[in-house]
């Protein structure tokens, strides 16, 4: 099981990035995928997690409304697109997987998914 998060970088207050968890070695399409991120000094947050099918999806109240997930089954990828971008959203985004998304507590907690993506670094600055 891999996954590689990327398209992380700097952006201005206000900006937008998309981010992309691409995936190989299991079945992605079988399987939910959560983004998270850690900020220095931080625990590591839950933000948003997509079902197999769509057909669950589910935002942190710290990004609902400006963030979106996404994923294309036949590129095994999922995303994840970031608008009006604060200072505080600077951390490393990570993406997951073999993990819950239900709504429920255990979806945002990182200690409920097996397998996890490098990290990519976002950093919102002027």
């Known amino acids: 099981v891999q996954l590689q998060a990327s398209g992380g970088g700097l952006v201005q207050p206000g900006g937008s990035l998309r981010l992309s968890c691409a995936a190989s070695?299991?079945?992605?399409?079988?399987?939910?995928i959560g983004w998270f991120r850690q900020a220095p000094g931080k625990e590591r947050e839950g933000l948003s997690c997509?079902?197999?099918?769509?057909?669950?999806?589910y935002y942190a109240d710290s990004v609902k409304g400006r963030f979106t997930i996404s994923r294309d089954n036949s590129k095994n990828t999922a995303y994840l697109q970031m608008n009006s971008l604060k200072p505080e959203d600077t951390a490393v985004y990570y993406c997951a997987t073999f993990g819950p998304c239900t709504g429920s507590g255990s979806t945002w907690s990182p200690h409920a998914y097996d397998y996890w993506g490098q990290g990519t670094l976002v950093t919102v600055s002027s």
């Open positions: 070695g299991f079945g992605f399409a079988n399987f939910a």
């Open positions: 997509i079902s197999t099918s769509d057909s669950e999806i």
